[in-house]
């Protein structure tokens, strides 16, 4: 591939109800392009996997706002085409809910379960934000889903906590004044939350793959 995003959908061409789809994934809010940089950024701010391409799928409108019957519709294209662009991690800063345990099959009316199991199937690690709501002992969804990876934050103080955990939470990643690409004059703006730290994670599950791959090994998620 010779372009950094090498494809991908949009499953909110309308950008208002999320009703129309087409094949042009452009980032109208900024977010997506801020957590794709932390992941896979190769210019003046490096991400954690330089050297990795981007699959881009839009499933939200300009506000942030998304439905989940095309957050399901996203993972089964990552899914139906993981052969032909090798996607190897799916990363999602996105929820909503709060969950002290695994919530398969809860709250969930499009079977985000089910969609994430395939990925999980296919090899393909699903990383997601834990959720900014500042619970100790519950997480948004779809993080809480047991074949997903959800990801909280740190910050180099401790003194607050401002960001979901709870027992099923084993990673945590830098998630406070990120310096990541961004819809903005500069091209970079700091930004702050688990939003942040997932792509950190799936940069260095990108990374780790990779070496199995040069090494012989496969692991599953």
Same mark, same amino acid.
């Given at each position: 591939?010779?372009? *950094?995003?090498?494809?991908?959908? @949009?499953?909110?061409?309308?950008? /208002? ?15 997506? $392009? ?23 799928? *839009? ?16 993972? @089964? ?29 809860? @709250? ?29 002992? *519950? ?11 959800? /990801? ?17 939470? @084993? ?22 939350? $688990? ?9 260095? /599950? ?12 496969? *692991? $599953?998620?």
């Amino acid at each position: 591939f010779s372009c *950094k995003v090498v494809g991908g959908i @949009d499953y909110c061409a309308d950008n /208002v109800d999320c009703s129309v789809s087409d094949n042009d994934p452009m980032d109208v809010n900024g977010h997506g $392009t801020h957590v794709s940089g932390i992941a896979a950024a190769n210019g003046t701010i490096n991400g954690v996997a330089p050297n990795a391409h981007v699959i881009m799928i *839009k499933a939200g409108n300009a506000s942030g706002a998304f439905w989940d019957d095309d957050l399901r519709a996203a993972i @089964d294209w990552c899914v139906n085409n993981a052969s032909r662009y090798n996607i190897s991690v799916i990363s999602m800063s996105l929820g909503g809910g709060a969950y002290t345990s695994y919530c398969d099959g809860q @709250d969930d009316p499009n079977d985000l379960t089910l969609a994430i199991n395939n990925a999980f199937a296919k090899n393909i690690s699903v990383v997601v934000s834990a959720g900014n709501t500042g619970y100790s002992d *519950k997480i948004s969804s779809p993080a809480c889903i047991t074949n997903a990876t959800p /990801v909280t934050s740190v910050r180099k103080t401790d003194a607050t906590f401002d960001y979901n955990r709870n027992l099923i939470v @084993d990673l945590a990643a830098p998630g406070v004044s990120i310096n990541s690409t961004y819809l903005s004059a500069s091209g970079y703006a700091e930004l702050d939350g $688990t939003s942040m730290s997932a792509p950190h994670i799936a940069g260095a /599950v990108v990374l780790m793959k990779q070496y199995l791959r040069l090494i012989g090994i496969t *692991k $599953t998620p």
